[in-house]
T-cell receptor
Framework: NAGVTQTPKFRVLKTGQSMTLLCAQD?????MYWYRQDPGMGLRLIHY???????AKGEVPDGYNVSRLKKQNFLLGLESAAPSQTSVYFC????????????FGDGTRLSIL | KQEVTQIPAALSVPEGENLVLNCSFT??????LQWFRQDPGKGLTSLLL?????REQTSGRLNASLDKSSGRSTLYIAASQPGDSATYLC??????????FGEGTQLTVNP
């Protein structure tokens, strides 16, 4: 009963390095989301997808790119990591329809030195 | 722009007490409001979802109410237990498939 799985769980990067965070869901959900959670800021939406092959910008998209090549996977990329991107990243998925709950993964803790 | 505020930021109560967590939002044109629980180092777990046409939802010891016109929601926890200790977040959906979150209330239930 996996639900939403995020990999990796922890990562430390140096400024300027690149990496990709992977989110996988096994619930056949249409919608997927990437959030970041920072102290005093709450959860903020980075990018989201309403279906395979589609992506859209959220509240704080700068410095990130995403891809949704397969329905079950949503990738978040950092091309050139900056210390301001140190955060906890959460992926969520939701079945179609505005009155369905979002289901979250356990997060990826990312530190940029 | 939708803004969501949760008061108090932290709450400590003795076991067995009934308690209320508050959530307010600035734009009343919402599709629904969702309450989540977050344990330390974990993701968010959905507790209750109230549609804009509903006034309340109940699940076990939890009861969530929604007053859309005044921009307020409350989460009532009956007979609190130490296992209820967590951060509780509310989130509103105002357009498309996007949620706006409050910063949460950190609840501690003391044995």
């Amino acid at each position: 009963n996996a639900g939403v799985t995020q990999t990796p769980k922890f990562r430390v990067l140096k400024t300027g390095q690149s990496m990709t965070l992977l989110c996988a869901q096994d619930m056949n959900h249409e919608y997927m989301y990437w959030y970041r959670q920072d102290p005093g800021m709450g959860l903020r939406l980075i990018h989201y997808s309403v279906g395979e092959g589609t992506t859209a910008k959220g509240e704080v998209p700068d410095g990130y790119n995403v891809s949704r090549l397969k329905k079950q996977n949503f990738l978040l990329g950092l091309e050139s990591a900056a210390p301001s991107q140190t955060s906890v990243y959460f992926c969520a998925s939701q079945s179609g329809g505005s009155n369905q709950p979002q289901h979250f993964g356990d997060g990826t803790r990312l530190s940029i030195l | 722009k939708q803004e969501v505020t949760q008061i108090p930021a932290a709450l400590s109560v003795p076991e067995g007490e009934n308690l209320v967590l508050n959530c307010s939002f600035t734009d009343s044109a919402i599709y629904n409001l969702q309450w989540f629980r977050q344990d330390p180092g974990k993701g968010l777990t959905s507790l209750l979802l109230i549609q804009s046409s509903q006034r309340e939802q109940t699940s076990g010891r939890l009861n969530a109410s929604l007053d859309k016109s005044s921009g307020r929601s409350t989460l009532y926890i009956a007979a609190s237990q130490p296992g209820d200790s967590a951060t509780y977040l509310c989130a509103v959906r105002t357009s498309g498939s996007r949620l706006t979150f409050g910063e949460g209330t950190q609840l501690t239930v003391n044995p």
